[in-house]
């Protein structure tokens, strides 16, 4: 039931910001070609253990081509021995051989599958970090064209399917490829008719693996599909169980959901079946395989040795492995070059909103704003504020109203920089905020928002979150200011309480007291206060209003109301309607000029509850 | 395996899936049969073929390979066939029974699976059990068989040489137990470093305004870097055992394949052993065979018990009790008037094992509402306000006490009758993907006219109509087209579509304006004959017309009347009055 915090972020900031999601995205695709070279580059960070990679995987296809040669040899000298006694003594040679070839292979394959885990995870880990970091410096925009929930799946997800990639694919391609040709130079070595013997089956191999991979491919598209188009309607019928069951729709979802499962199941089966018929497709060409050099092999008998047809025998054994091991790793290969360039996309996104060239620290002195002329679109042509000027002095509070959509929110985002107005200035103490570093203006300003967003951390660390260098004491007394303390005490942790995710083991209320207690640590000189609109139990009410006037006094104060009567005190009332400014000033003066705001005030009240009010005042008056 | 046994016996013969097993085994069969032939004729074929210049019988003996070869893939592809088919049949069936049996849950069982939760036993679970039971059939019983025929044959084949199979049994048996063993935990601690990082990184994207607000970036890209180290080393160590592992059990083939030779030769020599060449050859074959037996099943066993994880836990909903059952004998409720009584009802959610908890969320509730009254409910978040109106269509049952609706026990009703006369708005409007007009109507019998009419009261039919499309727009899933206000507005149009005789809107307006919302309370009347009207709202302006307010706080009613006499008689209700609407005097 209760829905994560993000959600509920999502829901109420984006509804001035709603019909972004339509705007194509801004995200500029990358070329497969470019990402599988881009991909590269974090392998080639590690050039020599890569070369050394290489030479071992090379030794080892080496050792284990050498294998069957020296088999086929020993057979040789065992018909020798058989039929005349002689060759004991070789056969122990090669046999030793054999043994030696078998540690060689394997040690030197122990060698580069080490490695390579390494180098992989390395490259992993680097990835890893340089999107995590560069998404740290992307502006607001690129979040809202992101859902975040779309964003975790598609980083975690692409992020896997490189690692499939880098940590088996890379070397397994190497192997498969050394392996292949060290064969089949050998064998061409060796006798060419064997070899061609042996190889005369590779194009069929090809030509079916490359039938199957065409197949599969299509199947597996086909599945995705009907797999997401299952899991949506499955996301959206269980997240909505409730709703089904209130108007007793079940049926009808059973009978839908059958049908798309049904259309699962056949796809499914047909991809799953494409999957397994490799294996008996590679057994059946290496056993025809046996079968060739067989023949051959006897045909040319009189020239050849029993010990070469073995060693091919073999040869043919090991030749097809490879082979459906590279149409393995092809797909593996695409879905990484598919995750990679999405991941370079992000990569490629440039913040929008950076600091100009040596831009100096601001300076607040006593916190004076001022908006002059604003104009702001979230999306081009789409104007959500028009010609914004006001001022407020040092140590105000300016009290924002309007319609959902209005643009009180916007009006905040752009104070602190999270987007860039299109036309018109904002300065703090006469400094554009333009011209000065953003992280300086965001240092002194708090932002209080209306959904308390909490870590999954101690509650100190929550705490401490605004202001790292902070003593226990100086948290502690924070909480205290902040109506925290009382609570936290009777935590069974106190401040090392664990939260749980979005800090769901607190209630709201308690949220935002820590969140309030947070903004007293950062100690800002501006403050902004998104406020509630969820009710909380009366005494904690209470206890937010004081700890926020608290925290307001002296700073000077922005705070979007959503309930009117926690603005009637502000020093200025700031009402938007269209993104346009049409009212200013205290709350009993724009009553007396009965605008926009006298109607939306009592919209709130009703026309008969006023009367009532007026009515109740009266005789309270003549009473007195 | 338990779960696996449970579940034939639960599926049974699903789509004659017994007879569809038996034949694929028996193809599975003759196709591993051939394979362990084919080291046989190789023996022929050296031994008496090439040796001996035996040309005719080289190439008969190449011949019946080639033919074999060709049976061998006829039966491993229908073989495939049956198993691809097998193991998505077995899927579709349970999905099915796992989706019958969430929409078939009560809203208590619901809670305690998350939605996240069922869909992962509906997706990955299921995964995991097609993916066991297809490589159950196409492998189980074929690796067995390849490995007890490879044993034998070799032995027949080279009886001296047989110590070597003893060997390479004894080791790869051993190495493998290493991998199964040793492997999964380190797997298991990876997945927890990895759900660790995901973790910091969801909460760094939720959380961007309060990073950006604090200017944390630097603090969180320490606190991943941190994770990620750790990732690092963790993802890397399963990776290394298994690049010692992999090449030992190639040195253990290849040392077998020259120990074959050396001791068939020396032995030969020396100890008199009766062996030939092509006996040798053959013997090396089947080390092959024995082998990647070995090696199939070590990769299988993970398989199904992961699979056998994946059961049990879809068995858990499955076998789940319901909270809510339909009595045998229900009432039938053609017509309903709408009279609500509660009587001194009280409500504990259940826990797990369906017991409720010991403390009540709601306590000794008492009112009675009369056909067509407006019941406004108000209290804090947490105060048992949905939980009260949740009892009215049986969503969940009275711990104690009883509410009859014109008299009758909601509990002997028939639930598909009780709920037919209820419209109810859920404080989370969902919006399903279809046009507008089939989310209004969402089953009812109306007219267009009518739906129109509805969209008017709910002051939706504007915002519907200002799109080209009208009321044939498409919902994209779960609404995401339509702003929270909307989404609400639709669905208090749904509500209304099916001409409840009981209204419950339960916070249904939170999203949308309070001018809106005073649109939609005055239309209201409009539609609604006699209809008896339950309204939960936060804001105090809502409930103001209400013909009885109840105020709750921590789950009892410490307050019912009118507006104008609670703030009279209940000093709570005029504090929340006042802190809302500000105060009464100054």
């Known amino acids: 039931?209760?829905?994560?915090?993000?959600?509920?972020?999502?829901?109420?900031?984006?509804?001035?910001?709603?019909?972004?999601?339509?705007?194509?995205?801004?995200?500029?695709?990358?070329?497969?070609?470019?990402?599988?070279?881009?991909?590269?580059?974090?392998?080639?960070?590690?050039?020599?253990?890569?070369?050394?990679?290489?030479?071992?995987?090379?030794?080892?296809?080496?050792?284990?081509?050498?294998?069957?040669?020296?088999?086929?040899?020993?057979?040789?000298?065992?018909?020798?021995?058989?039929?005349?006694?002689?060759?004991?003594?070789?056969?122990?040679?090669?046999?030793?051989?054999?043994?030696?070839?078998?540690?060689?292979?394997?040690?030197?394959?122990?060698?580069?599958?080490?490695?390579?885990?390494?180098?992989?995870?390395?490259?992993?880990?680097?990835?890893?970090?340089?999107?995590?970091?560069?998404?740290?410096?992307?502006?607001?925009?690129?979040?809202?064209?992101?859902?975040?929930?779309?964003?975790?799946?598609?980083v975690v997800n692409d992020i896997e399917a490189i690692n499939q990639f880098l940590s088996d694919g890379i070397y397994q391609l190497f192997q498969a490829l050394f392996t292949i040709g060290i064969i089949a130079a050998i064998m061409l070595i060796i006798n060419i008719w064997l070899a061609l013997a042996v190889l005369v089956t590779l194009p069929l191999m090809i030509f079916m693996i490359y039938i199957n991979n065409k197949y599969a491919r299509i199947a597996y598209t086909t599945l995705q599909e009907e797999l997401g188009s299952m899991n949506g309607f499955m996301e959206e019928t269980i997240s909505g169980s409730k709703t089904i069951k209130a108007y007793q729709l079940e049926e009808i979802a059973m009978e839908r959901f059958d049908d798309v499962s049904d259309k699962v199941r056949k796809v499914d089966a047909r991809a799953n079946f494409l999957g397994l018929i490799i294996f008996p497709t590679t057994i059946l060409i290496t056993t025809i395989d046996l079968a060739i050099v067989g023949m051959v092999g006897g045909w040319f008998i009189a020239a050849l040795s029993v010990g070469t047809v073995v060693t091919f025998l073999s040869y043919a054994r090991q030749f097809a492995q490879p082979m459906s091991q590279i149409s393995q790793i092809y797909s593996w290969l695409l879905s990484a070059i598919a995750g990679a360039s999405r991941v370079f996309e992000i990569l490629d996104a440039k913040p929008q909103i950076v600091d100009k060239l040596n831009a100096p620290p601001i300076e607040v002195k006593d916190g004076h704003v001022e908006f002059e002329h604003v104009d702001f679109s979230y999306v081009p042509g789409i104007q959500i504020l028009y010609d914004n000027t006001f001022k407020a002095l040092p140590g105000q509070k300016i009290g924002l109203c309007g319609p959902t959509g209005a643009g009180k929110s916007t009006i905040i985002n752009l104070l602190t920089r999270f987007y860039d107005v299109q036309n018109g200035d904002i300065s703090i103490d006469d400094q554009s905020i333009y011209d000065i570093k953003q992280d300086s203006l965001r240092k002194s300003c708090g932002i209080v928002l209306q959904v308390p967003y909490l870590f999954s951390e101690s509650i100190m660390y929550n705490l401490r979150y605004g202001k790292l260098d902070a003593t226990d004491e100086e948290c502690v007394e924070a909480a205290k200011m902040a109506f925290a303390h009382d609570f936290i005490m009777r935590l069974p942790q106190g401040y090392d309480t664990p939260l749980s995710e979005g800090g769901g083991n607190l209630s709201q209320g308690q949220g935002q007291l820590l969140t309030i207690a947070r903004a007293f640590l950062a100690n800002p000189n501006i403050l902004v206060l998104d406020e509630a609109t969820s009710s909380v139990d009366t005494r904690t009410e209470k206890n937010i209003q004081t700890a926020l006037a608290r925290l307001m006094s002296g700073r000077t104060s922005f705070v979007i109301a959503h309930r009117l009567s926690t603005i009637a005190d502000s020093d200025n009332i700031l009402a938007l309607d269209h993104g346009r400014i049409v009212d200013w000033g205290p709350h009993e003066k724009l009553l007396e000029e009965k605008g926009f705001y006298y109607r939306l005030w009592m919209s709130q009240f009703k026309e008969e509850l006023m009367k009532e009010k007026e009515e109740m005042k009266k005789a309270k008056q003549e009473t007195s | 395996?338990?779960?696996?046994?449970?579940?034939?016996?639960?599926?049974?013969?699903?789509?004659?899936?017994?007879?569809?097993?038996?034949?694929?085994?028996?193809?599975?069969?003759?196709?591993?049969?051939?394979?362990?032939?084919?080291?046989?004729?190789?023996?022929?074929?050296?031994?008496?073929?090439?040796?001996?210049?035996?040309?005719?019988?080289?190439?008969?003996?190449?011949?019946?390979?080639?033919?074999?070869?060709?049976?061998?893939?006829?039966?491993?592809?229908?073989?495939?066939?049956?198993?691809?088919?097998?193991?998505?049949?077995?899927?579709?069936?349970?999905?099915?029974?796992?989706?019958?049996?969430?929409?078939?849950?009560?809203?208590?069982?619901?809670?305690?699976?998350?939605?996240?939760?069922?869909?992962?036993?509906?997706?990955?679970?299921?995964?995991?059990?097609?993916?066991?039971?297809?490589?159950?059939?196409?492998?189980?019983?074929?690796?067995?068989?390849?490995?007890?025929?490879?044993?034998?044959?070799?032995?027949?084949?080279?009886?001296?040489?047989?110590?070597?199979?003893?060997?390479?049994?004894?080791?790869?048996?051993?190495?493998?137990?290493?991998?199964?063993?040793?492997?999964?935990?380190?797997?298991?601690?990876?997945?927890?470093?990895?759900?660790?990082?995901?973790?910091?990184?969801?909460?760094?994207?939720?959380?961007?305004?309060?990073?950006?607000?604090?200017?944390?970036?630097?603090?969180?890209?320490?606190?991943?870097?941190?994770?990620?180290?750790?990732?690092?080393?963790?993802?890397?160590?399963?990776?290394?055992?298994?690049?010692?592992?992999?090449?030992?059990?190639?040195?253990?083939?290849?040392?077998?394949?020259?120990?074959?030779?050396?001791?068939?030769?020396?032995?030969?020599?020396?100890?008199?052993?009766?062996?030939?060449?092509?006996?040798?050859?053959?013997?090396?074959?089947?080390?092959?065979?024995?082998?990647?037996?070995?090696?199939?099943?070590?990769?299988?066993?993970?398989?199904?018990?992961?699979?056998?994880?994946?059961?049990?836990?879809?068995?858990?909903?499955?076998?789940?009790?319901?909270?809510?059952?339909?009595?045998?004998?229900?009432?039938?409720?053609?017509?309903?008037?709408?009279?609500?009584?509660?009587?001194?009802?009280?409500?504990?959610?259940?826990?797990?094992?369906?017991?409720?908890?010991?403390?009540?969320?709601?306590?000794?509730?008492?009112?009675?509402?009369?056909?067509?009254?407006?019941?406004?409910?108000?209290?804090?978040?947490?105060?048992?306000?949905?939980?009260?109106?949740?009892?009215?269509?049986?969503?969940?049952?009275?711990?104690?006490g009883k509410i009859t609706i014109d008299g009758v026990d909601v509990r002997d009703m028939d639930i598909g009758d009780l709920r037919g006369h209820i419209g109810i708005a859920l404080q989370k409007a969902n919006l399903f993907s279809s046009n507008v007009r089939n989310n209004i109507k969402f089953g009812a019998d109306i007219s267009q006219e009518y739906v129109e009419k509805v969209a008017e009261v709910a002051d939706a039919h504007s915002f519907i109509t200002s799109h080209v499309d009208g009321y044939d727009r498409q919902v994209a899933r779960k609404g995401v087209n339509f702003s929270g206000g909307q989404r609400q507005r639709i669905s208090i149009a749904r509500a209304l579509a099916r001409k409840p005789k009981i209204l419950i809107l339960d916070d249904s307006t939170s999203a949308v304006d309070v001018a809106t919302e005073t649109r939609i309370q005055g239309a209201l009347p409009s539609v609604l004959e006699e209809t008896t009207t339950f309204v939960i709202a936060q804001r105090i302006s809502t409930v103001l017309i209400a013909d009885k307010i109840l105020l709750m706080e921590n789950g009892e009613i410490v307050a019912q009347g009118a507006h104008r006499e609670l703030l009279d008689t209940s000093p709570l209700y005029r504090e929340i009055y006042e802190s809302q609407l500000g105060k009464l005097e100054d």
């Not at chain 1, 809202?144 to 975790?152: A, H």
């Open chain 1, 1 to 154: 039931m209760s829905q994560t915090p993000q959600v509920k972020i999502e829901k109420e900031e984006k509804l001035e910001a709603k019909l972004i999601k339509e705007v194509e995205e801004e995200l500029i695709e990358v070329k497969k070609g470019k990402a599988f070279g881009r991909l590269f580059n974090y392998i080639l960070a590690y050039k020599g253990r890569v070369i050394f990679v290489i030479i071992m995987v090379f030794l080892s296809a080496v050792c284990q081509a050498l294998i069957p040669y020296f088999l086929g040899l020993g057979v040789d000298k065992f018909v020798e021995l058989v039929n005349f006694g002689t060759g004991g003594d070789q056969i122990i040679l090669y046999s030793i051989v054999m043994a030696g070839l078998a540690l060689g292979f394997s040690l030197t394959r122990w060698i580069y599958i080490h490695q390579m885990s390494i180098i992989s995870q390395k490259a992993m880990y680097s990835l890893r970090k340089d999107l995590f970091n560069h998404i740290q410096t992307l502006s607001l925009r690129f979040y809202d064209k992101q859902p975040v929930g779309e964003l975790m799946s598609r």
């Open chain 2, 1 to 400: 395996m338990g779960n696996i046994l449970r579940f034939l016996k639960y599926a049974g013969n699903y789509k004659g899936v017994i007879r569809r097993f038996f034949f694929a085994e028996i193809l599975i069969l003759i196709w591993a049969a051939v394979q362990l032939l084919i080291p046989i004729l190789l023996q022929v074929l050296i031994d008496n073929g090439l040796t001996l210049g035996n040309l005719e019988l080289v190439f008969d003996v190449c011949l019946l390979i080639i033919v074999l070869a060709v049976v061998a893939f006829v039966a491993s592809i229908l073989a495939a066939k049956y198993s691809a088919n097998i193991g998505s049949d077995y899927a579709h069936f349970l999905r099915i029974k796992l989706y019958t049996k969430i929409e078939e849950l009560s809203f208590g069982n619901l809670d305690r699976f998350q939605t996240s939760d069922l869909i992962v036993r509906l997706t990955s679970d299921v995964n995991n059990y097609r993916n066991a039971a297809i490589q159950i059939v196409y492998y189980l019983f074929r690796s067995p068989f390849m490995l007890v025929g490879g044993v034998f044959l070799a032995f027949a084949v080279a009886p001296p040489l047989f110590p070597i199979i003893l060997m390479i049994l004894g080791v790869t048996i051993f190495i493998l137990y290493l991998y199964i063993k040793l492997t999964p935990p380190m797997y298991r601690r990876m997945q927890k470093r990895l759900d660790e990082l995901n973790l910091v990184l969801q909460e760094n994207l939720a959380g961007v305004r309060v990073v950006k607000a604090f200017v944390r970036n630097e603090h969180e890209m320490e606190r991943f870097d941190e994770r990620n180290v750790t990732l690092k080393e963790e993802a890397t160590k399963p990776l290394k055992l298994i690049a010692i592992l992999e090449p030992s059990l190639w040195l253990i083939l290849n040392i077998a394949i020259s120990a074959s030779l050396f001791f068939g030769a020396w032995g030969y020599a020396n100890w008199g052993f009766d062996i030939t060449s092509g006996e040798i050859v053959s013997f090396t074959n089947l080390i092959f065979a024995i082998m990647g037996a070995l090696v199939t099943l070590a990769i299988l066993l993970p398989m199904i018990t992961k699979a056998g994880v994946s059961l049990g836990r879809i068995f858990k909903v499955l076998e789940d009790n319901l909270d809510i059952v339909q009595k045998k004998n229900a009432v039938k409720v053609p017509e309903m008037k709408g009279r609500v009584v509660f009587n001194n009802v009280s409500m504990s959610y259940l826990n797990e094992e369906g017991i409720p908890n010991e403390t009540p969320v709601i306590k000794n509730i008492n009112f009675t509402a009369e056909p067509g009254e407006m019941i406004a409910i108000l209290g804090a978040t947490g105060s048992g306000k949905s939980t009260l109106i949740n009892l009215i269509p049986r969503f969940y049952d009275v711990t104690q």
